[in-house]
């Protein structure tokens, strides 16, 4: 009778996978299909705006004509409109961003098309949101914190300490430069007024670092052989399901930081790491930082770390970022062959 049970409860959990599956497959279609007639209505207007030299109003007047023969329907207000009108000719001339697009919703496209101006920095959101499913604040949010440039800039060893399933997730969890200008402290401070600074702005301090983070304590004690130790900070992130360790340093970053880190990451993992989580993290936050040292430091280190610098991004940033042919590369691994998508036609 068990046997009977069990083949029951298997037959009926294949059933739900298959309804969710072409649940899935039906959302993935109509959003496909509603993207593509924005694509088309985007494309009519500007092929008319041209042909004939008609000014703004036409799009008022349509507007007014589609909502009147589509009562109730979403997405024919004259903003709408004319963000399908700067949905085709913005991407109308790319020859990889057309394809993409119907992969998320339209809500979420109109975000990246008004928010980024970079072929690639498009791409990489769009990816980013198909692959993990963000909602539409959660796109906002990795925008204005830059997860684009964070991800290409950022300095960690992750590509051969993380495993490869939330090896993206942890990238994105650790920034070049943090912006720390909300603690009032003068250009000559120390490494105690500093953390004093951001234990005392806690909320100032996780919402830089993230969102994802929880504040465990600063100067977590940590015993080896009879000896104390004491960790600058330490947090958890949520979604890593990891312990994260930060060392602050108010000059230049030196290689036997790295070494130090290790340390503390063994011990955290040993000692107050549950079951199910994932191995800590290491964050050695400088006040400056040569790239070429910090990689050497990195290279061999068997447990993930990242170093950044605060309040230190330099004016021309974006000459540090990768060439146009190597940033595509690493787009390219982002792909997923089971994206989370949402649809709708919200404006």
């Not at 070429?292 to 950044?308: C, F, Q, R, S």
């Amino acid at each position: 009778m068990s046997n009977g049970l069990q083949d029951y409860g298997a037959f009926v959990k294949e059933i739900k996978e298959l309804i969710y599956r072409r649940q899935y497959e039906a959302l993935r279609q109509v959003n496909a299909e509603l993207i593509q007639l924005y694509w088309d209505i985007g494309a009519k207007i500007t092929d008319r705006q041209q042909e004939k030299g008609w000014g703004k109003s036409v799009v008022d007047v349509l507007a007014k004509e589609l909502q009147a023969e589509f009562p109730g329907v979403q997405g024919f207000s004259a903003r709408n409109l004319w963000r399908m009108r700067n949905f085709y000719l913005e991407y109308s001339g790319e020859a990889i961003l057309p394809p993409m697009v119907a992969e998320i919703s339209w809500s979420k496209n109109t975000v990246i098309l008004e928010k980024c101006k970079d072929p690639q920095e498009r791409e990489f959101y769009i990816r980013m949101t198909k692959r993990f499913g963000w909602t539409k604040d959660v796109l906002i949010n990795h925008i204005e914190n830059q997860s684009f440039e964070k991800y290409l800039l950022n300095q960690t060893n992750f590509d051969a300490t993380v495993p490869e399933k939330y090896r993206l997730q942890a990238k994105l969890a650790v920034k070049d430069d943090y912006n720390f200008d909300f603690i009032e402290m003068g250009e000559q401070h120390g490494e105690a007024e500093l953390e004093a600074g951001l234990v005392n702005n806690i909320r100032a301090f996780l919402t830089e670092m993230g969102g994802d983070y929880a504040f465990i304590g600063n100067q977590h004690h940590v015993e080896v052989d009879g000896e104390d130790y004491y960790i600058d900070l330490l947090l958890f992130h949520r979604r890593l399901r990891s312990l994260i360790a930060i060392e602050l340093k108010v000059g230049a970053f030196k290689p036997e930081y790295a070494g130090k880190m290790l340390f503390y990451l063994a011990a955290l993992d040993e000692t107050l790491k549950l079951d199910g989580e994932n191995p800590s993290i290491g964050i050695v936050i400088c006040r400056n930082k040569k790239r070429t040292t910090v990689e050497y430091a990195l290279k061999l280190a068997n447990a993930p770390i990242g170093v950044a610098t605060y309040n230190n991004l330099p004016d021309n940033f974006k000459s540090l970022l990768p060439s146009p042919e190597e940033i595509a590369q690493r787009l390219e691994v982002l792909d997923d062959d089971l994206p989370l998508l949402d649809s709708g036609a919200e404006e």
